[in-house]
């Protein structure tokens, strides 16, 4: 079978339908994958690191200490993807500093991963 835009050869439909579960399966896992990125993190390091470095504004055991700071014990923000924590933790947010440069990648997971046990 040829394409009449380009005169070159297309594949077969079963090859076809082949290559597009495929896609779908490998597009599934990368998706399943990113959801549960703090699931495999370690939240016992992450509360250390998260006492060293958050507690200060967002209090022990994710209570704040400071006015519009949210309050992870009552699941607020906590709603979001961690891609979006991720990000949020990284560059910064209103008042809250940009930890990219002072916390590795793993352990903004992990902070993640611990504060997900605060709810």
Same mark, same amino acid.
């Given at each position: ?22 896609l !779908?399966? !490998?597009?599934?896992? &990368?998706?399943?994958?990113?959801? +549960?990125?703090?699931q ?9 690191? *998260? ?16 006015? +519009?700071?949210p ?11 961690d ?7 990284s #560059?910064?947010? +209103?008042?809250?500093? &940009? ?8 352990? #903004?997971?992990?902070?993640?991963? *611990? ?5």
């Amino acid at each position: 079978m040829r394409n009449v835009m380009t005169n070159q050869s297309c594949p077969a439909p079963s090859q076809r339908s082949r290559m597009t579960r495929a896609l !779908a399966v !490998a597009l599934s896992m &990368a998706l399943m994958g990113f959801a +549960g990125l703090a699931q495999a993190a370690d939240a016992l390091k992450g509360a250390k690191t *998260y006492n060293e470095r958050c507690s200060d504004c967002h209090g022990p055991r994710g209570v704040p200490t400071m006015p +519009g700071v949210p309050d992870f014990s009552r699941n607020q923000r906590l709603m979001q993807t961690d891609l979006e924590l991720i990000k949020t933790i990284s #560059i910064g947010k +209103g008042m809250m500093p &940009a930890f990219q440069g002072v916390l590795t990648e793993r352990e #903004i997971l992990n902070v993640i991963a *611990y504060l997900r046990t605060l709810q």
